[in-house]
């Protein structure tokens, strides 16, 4: 057994997780919420507004399909309000159809205005893709933009939603990963692992 653990290696994927799953946040231009998952994205967002980590939110997406889990930004207003958004401190981004177009205009607006920091909200089990999304638009823009990890990550991951179970939805995730980094559409997890190196040392050094 002591030989085996011994020539055990975690795998470049394995630590790609680890890291984004204990990103620190800081202080941020904006908070960028995706569309997706209902509306159980929405009180992460909020929150994070409402304990000063940016004091504005951009809501990313433009499909409505509630049997997808897509709830377009006039269902979740009222909810994001409810849970104390200011309406004016809301940014709304709803052409884009798919992940790789959120990224692409939520980069396109950050750098309209000069933001170097982002948070990222998505669900715990889309997060990981998302943020190689997002980290292959800002690698593709040249910009030098930081972006943060702050999934909504106390959901149910067994229960089951209208759109699936979150816990079966995670394979898929990883899944499309691997499909998406074939097709150049999305980093590598080398890249992520290099820029969260990066991150650090500009974040708090």
Not at 42 to 64: Q, T
């Amino acid at each position: 057994m002591g030989s085996f653990l011994k020539f055990m290696k975690v795998t470049e994927r394995e630590k790609f997780i680890i890291l984004v799953d204990n990103d620190r946040i800081f202080k941020s231009d904006a908070i960028v919420l995706l569309e997706g998952d209902g509306e159980f994205r929405c009180p992460k967002a909020v929150e994070l507004y409402k304990y000063g980590y940016s004091n504005k939110i951009i809501f990313s997406g433009g499909i409505s399909n509630h049997s997808y889990g897509s709830y377009p930004i006039e269902d979740l207003l009222p909810i994001l309000i409810q849970h104390g958004l200011n309406e004016n401190d809301l940014i709304i981004e709803n052409i884009s159809r798919n992940t790789k177009e959120q990224a692409d205009y939520v980069i396109q607006i950050a750098n309209n205005n000069g933001w170097k920091n982002l948070i990222l909200v998505a669900s715990h089990y889309h997060q990981y893709r998302a943020y190689l999304t997002f980290l292959e638009s800002i690698r593709i823009s040249n910009t030098d933009i930081l972006l943060y990890n702050s999934p909504a990550n106390d959901l149910d991951w067994f229960n089951y939603t209208e759109w699936g179970c979150r816990f079966e939805l995670l394979e898929s995730e990883f899944d499309k990963i691997l499909h998406y980094q074939k097709l150049g559409h999305i980093a590598s997890f080398e890249f992520a692992i290099n820029y969260q190196r990066k991150k650090e040392k500009f974040s708090i050094g």
